[in-house]
C-alpha cells in the first residue's frame, strides 16, 4: 500500500485556472504542473497569514514570475477584535485596559496617546504631576528600546540571522522585567491613566533602572559589531525596500521609514509631549532610504532613548515622595490601590476610611469607579512618536461617561500600504526584508 | 386681593436701551448659535428600570463646541484665509483647529492644503469615521487630520454625509496613504467614498454583512455564567451614559 503524503501538494481545476494548494516544502507537483506547458509562467503565491516569515498574521499575495514579484498585495484584518467598538461600551478609564492591547509591542504608547487626548478634553494637561510625566516618559522610551529590540531580532531570524534573534530576546526580557516591576504585568499595562499613572514607582525600582542602562550599554555594542558591517547582512538588506522621502510623504510614512530617507521628522522634537522638550537627546537619521537605514536609524535611536531612560532616572531619583496622579478626587481614584501580603487589590487605609470614617468618601469612591468621570463633549487627536511613527487616537466624546468614539490612526496600518511600492520588481526574499524594515505589528494594524 | 396687593412698579415704562448700547443683548448671529445634537435623560443613564435618584425627568442637550468667529488667532487666520469660500464653519477648541467642509467642496479643500506654499499640508493621518444617530442629516462624518511638517501645523477636516445617501468623496488622489483609511471607514461606517480605486472592505471579512462601528450596530457577545450568576453582555448591563 502506497503511504500518502500529508505534506504533498494538491491541485484543483477552477474557473481561474489550475489552483495548486501548497502546504508543506513539497513543491513537486507545481514544478510538474508548471513545466507541462498547461499554464502560463506567471504564478500567484499566497503568503501567509500563517507564515513565520510575515510578521504575524499578514497575508501576501504575491504574483510572480519566476523568482521576481510583479503584483505584491497584502489581506489583513485576520487580528481584527474590534477594540475600538469595546471602548465605547466602558467607562474613560477602563478604555486604557483596551487600547493598550492594540499595538502589543508598544502598549505604553497606545495607553499615552489615548490618554493624552482624553486629558485635552478634560482641559487637565498641565495639571498632571511632573513625576507622572516622568515615569511616563520612561516607560515609553524603555518600550522604545523593547519594540526596536524585536523589531531587529524577529527582522534578522527572518532573514537567518538567529543569533540576532537570540540576544534581542535576550536583552528584550531585561525590559520586559522592568516592566513588569514596576507596573506589574509584562504587557497590556494599563498603566498611563487619565490624569496620571496608576502607581507610584515600587522600592528597588531606580536601581534596577541603572543596573539596566549600565548592562545595556555594554550590550548594545554588539548588535553593532554582529550586524553593522556585517556583508551577508548588508548584502540583504542594503538597496532593498527603497522609499524616498516623497514617496514615504504621499503613503503617510511616519517613524524610522520616514528618518531613513534623511528627514529628521520626530514628535518627540517638534511637536513635543509628555515633557520630551526637557530632555537632552537626538533625532536619528540615515539617508539611504533602504532596509538597512531603517536598520541603522533604531540601532540609533535605542541609544537615544538608553540617554533619556538614564535623565529620567536621575529626575526620579529627586522626585521621592512626589505624587503621580493629578489632585482632582473627580478623576483621580481615591487610592493608590496596590497588591497586598494578602493578595487583594486593595489598600487597607483607605478601607478603614471609606468603611468606618466617610460616608461620602465611600460614596464618591463608588461612584468614581462603577460610573466614571464625564468628559466635556468635543474631539481630539494628539499623536505621539510610537517605535513606528505617528500613533494617535481620534477621541470623541459627547460630554458622557463613555468614549463616543475612538479611533486610533496606527503607523503599521498606514506603513503596512508601502508593501507594494517597497517589493513590486524585486525578489521574493527581498519582501520579507522589505516588510520586516516597516516593521508592522498586526495587533495594531488590525485593532 | 386688596388694593395693597397690587404689583407695584415704576409710574412710568422703563425705556429699554437700543441694542447698540448694550452689545451683551444682541442676538447671537446664526452661524454661532450652539446646536445640540442628540439629549441625555436623567441623572445617570439608567434605561429600563426605576430611576431612583430623582433626576428621572432630567433633560441634558448634548452640544458640541460652538463655531468660531473671526480672528481666530494666530496661524489659524492663515490657513482659513487659504481656504476662503470653501468652509462652512470654523470651531476652536481645546487649541485644535476644526473646519466643516462640505463634501462637494472637500477634494478642492485637500488639493488647496497640499499644494497652497503658504498652507503645505504633506501629512495626512487617514480618516475616522464617527456616526451621530441623532445628527439629523448629518448622521455620517469623516474626520481627516492634517500635518504640515513644513510649518509644524495641525488642522482637522470633517465632512458630512446623511446616512440615505451616504457618499463622500474620496482624496485618495491627493493623499494615496487615504488608500486603506478610506477602505476602514467604508468598512465600519458604510461610507461610500466616491473616486476611490477599489473600496473594498479590508478589516471584515468580504462577506461581511452591515457595518460594524455604526451607533445602530449591536456589539455582540453572549452572557458569561460563573458559580451561578450570570453577567450580561457589555452594551445589555445595566451602565451609565
Known amino acids: 500500500m502506497a503511504t500518502t503524503d500529508p505534506y504533498a501538494a494538491s491541485e484543483a481545476e477552477t474557473s481561474q485556472g489550475r489552483v495548486?494548494?501548497?502546504?508543506?516544502?513539497?513543491?513537486?507537483?507545481?514544478?510538474?504542473?508548471?513545466?507541462s506547458g498547461e499554464t502560463d509562467e506567471r504564478v500567484v503565491v499566497n503568503m501567509g497569514p500563517q507564515h513565520p516569515s510575515t510578521h504575524g498574521v499578514l497575508r501576501l499575495i504575491l504574483e510572480l514570475e519566476g523568482e521576481t514579484v510583479t503584483e505584491a498585495r497584502c489581506g489583513i484584518g485576520y487580528l481584527h477584535t474590534g477594540i475600538e467598538k469595546n471602548m465605547e461600551f466602558r467607562s474613560w478609564v477602563q478604555g486604557v485596559t483596551f487600547c493598550t492591547r492594540m499595538d502589543y509591542l508598544a502598549p505604553f504608547h497606545n495607553e499615552a496617546t489615548y490618554v493624552l487626548g482624553v486629558e485635552r478634553l478634560l482641559d487637565i494637561e498641565d495639571q498632571v504631576p511632573e513625576k507622572a510625566q516622568v515615569m511616563r516618559v520612561l516607560l515609553m522610551e524603555l518600550n522604545r528600546i523593547s519594540s526596536h529590540l524585536v523589531c531587529i531580532a524577529t527582522g534578522g531570524m527572518e532573514i537567518g540571522a538567529?543569533?540576532?534573534?537570540?540576544?534581542?530576546?535576550?536583552?528584550?526580557?531585561?525590559?520586559?522585567?522592568?516592566?513588569?516591576?514596576i507596573t506589574g504585568l509584562r504587557m497590556n499595562h494599563a498603566f498611563i491613566r487619565p490624569g496620571g499613572v496608576a502607581q507610584d514607582l515600587p522600592p528597588g525600582a531606580l536601581d534596577e533602572i541603572r543596573d539596566f542602562i549600565a548592562l545595556m550599554k555594554k550590550r548594545l555594542p554588539e548588535y553593532a559589531a554582529l550586524c553593522n558591517a556585517n556583508p551577508i547582512f548588508k548584502a540583504r538588506l542594503e538597496g532593498v525596500g527603497h522609499l524616498d522621502l516623497a514617496g514615504c510623504l504621499a503613503l503617510g510614512m511616519s517613524g524610522p521609514v520616514l528618518r531613513s530617507t534623511g528627514y529628521a521628522w520626530d514628535l518627540r522634537k517638534t511637536q513635543p509631549y509628555c515633557g520630551y522638550e526637557d530632555y537632552d537627546f537626538d533625532v536619528q537619521t540615515w539617508d539611504t532610504a533602504d532596509s538597512y537605514g531603517r536598520f541603522r536609524v533604531r540601532l540609533a535611536e535605542m541609544w537615544e532613548s538608553l540617554k533619556i531612560v538614564e535623565q529620567c532616572a536621575d529626575r526620579l531619583a529627586g522626585l521621592e515622595k512626589a505624587p503621580v496622579m493629578i489632585e482632582d478626587k473627580k478623576i483621580a481614584w481615591p487610592s493608590q490601590l496596590a497588591i497586598g501580603s494578602d493578595g487583594m487589590g486593595n489598600s487597607l487605609d483607605h478601607i478603614r476610611h471609606i468603611m468606618g470614617e466617610s460616608m461620602e468618601a465611600l460614596i464618591h469612591h463608588f461612584k468614581l469607579v462603577t460610573e466614571g468621570f464625564r468628559v466635556p463633549a468635543g474631539q481630539a487627536y494628539v499623536p505621539i512618536e510610537s517605535p513606528r511613527g505617528e500613533l494617535g487616537a481620534h477621541v470623541v466624546s459627547d460630554g458622557g461617561t463613555r468614549p463616543f468614539r475612538a479611533h486610533f490612526r496606527d503607523p503599521s496600518f498606514t506603513n503596512?500600504?508601502?508593501?507594494?511600492?517597497?517589493?513590486?520588481?524585486?525578489?521574493?526574499?527581498?519582501?520579507?526584508?522589505?516588510?520586516?524594515s516597516i516593521d508592522p505589528v498586526m495587533g495594531g494594524v488590525d485593532r | 386681593m386688596s388694593d395693597d396687593d397690587k404689583l407695584e412698579g415704576p409710574e412710568t415704562a422703563v425705556e429699554q436701551p437700543a441694542t447698540a448700547q448694550s452689545p451683551e443683548n444682541v442676538p447671537v448671529p446664526e452661524e454661532t448659535r450652539v446646536t445640540a445634537v442628540g439629549e441625555r435623560h436623567g441623572m445617570f443613564g439608567v434605561r429600563g428600570s426605576g430611576d431612583t435618584s430623582?433626576?428621572?425627568?432630567?433633560?441634558?442637550?448634548?452640544?458640541?463646541?460652538?463655531?468660531?468667529?473671526r480672528p481666530y488667532g494666530g496661524w489659524f487666520d492663515t490657513v482659513a484665509d487659504g481656504l476662503d469660500g470653501l468652509v462652512e464653519s470654523v470651531v476652536i477648541h481645546r487649541g485644535e483647529i476644526t473646519f466643516h467642509v462640505a463634501r462637494e467642496n472637500l477634494l478642492e479643500v485637500a488639493r488647496r492644503l497640499r499644494d497652497?506654499?503658504?498652507?503645505?499640508?504633506?501629512?495626512?493621518?487617514?480618516?475616522?469615521?464617527?456616526?451621530?444617530?441623532?445628527?439629523?442629516?448629518?448622521?455620517?462624518?469623516?474626520?481627516?487630520?492634517l500635518l504640515s511638517m513644513t510649518w509644524n501645523r495641525r488642522v482637522r477636516l470633517e465632512v458630512t454625509c446623511p446616512d440615505a445617501d451616504p457618499h463622500i468623496p474620496s482624496i485618495v488622489s491627493v493623499y494615496p496613504t487615504n488608500d486603506w483609511h478610506e477602505r476602514e471607514t467604508w468598512d465600519f461606517f458604510g461610507i461610500v467614498f466616491d473616486g476611490h480605486p477599489a473600496l473594498t472592505r479590508i478589516q471584515m471579512p468580504d462577506d461581511w454583512p452591515g457595518h460594524p462601528q455604526r451607533k445602530d450596530y449591536p456589539l455582540g457577545g453572549i452572557p458569561v455564567e460563573y458559580k451561578g450568576g450570570t453577567i450580561p453582555p457589555p452594551d445589555q448591563r445595566r451602565s451609565y451614559n
Not at chain 1, 494548494?21 to 504542473?33: F, K, L
Not at chain 1, 540576532?164 to 522585567?177: A, S
Not at chain 2, 433633560?59 to 468660531?68: C, D
Not at chain 2, 444617530?133 to 487630520?145: I, M, Q, R, S
Request: charged share 20%; aromatic share 10%; proline share 4%.
Open chain 1, 20 to 35: 495548486f494548494t501548497v502546504t508543506g516544502q513539497d513543491w513537486d507537483s507545481v514544478v510538474e504542473g508548471i513545466g
Open chain 1, 162 to 181: 538567529l543569533t540576532v534573534m537570540t540576544i534581542g530576546f535576550r536583552e528584550r526580557e531585561l525590559v520586559l522585567d522592568l516592566f513588569e516591576l
Open chain 1, 416 to 436: 503596512l500600504q508601502a508593501t507594494s511600492v517597497m517589493s513590486e520588481g524585486g525578489m521574493v526574499a527581498d519582501v520579507i526584508v522589505a516588510i520586516a
Open chain 2, 54 to 69: 430623582g433626576y428621572g425627568g432630567l433633560v441634558k442637550p448634548t452640544v458640541f463646541p460652538s463655531p468660531a468667529q
Open chain 2, 116 to 145: 497652497d506654499e503658504q498652507l503645505r499640508f504633506e501629512f495626512c493621518s487617514g480618516v475616522s469615521g464617527v456616526h451621530y444617530p441623532d445628527d439629523t442629516g448629518h448622521e455620517l462624518h469623516a474626520v481627516y487630520h
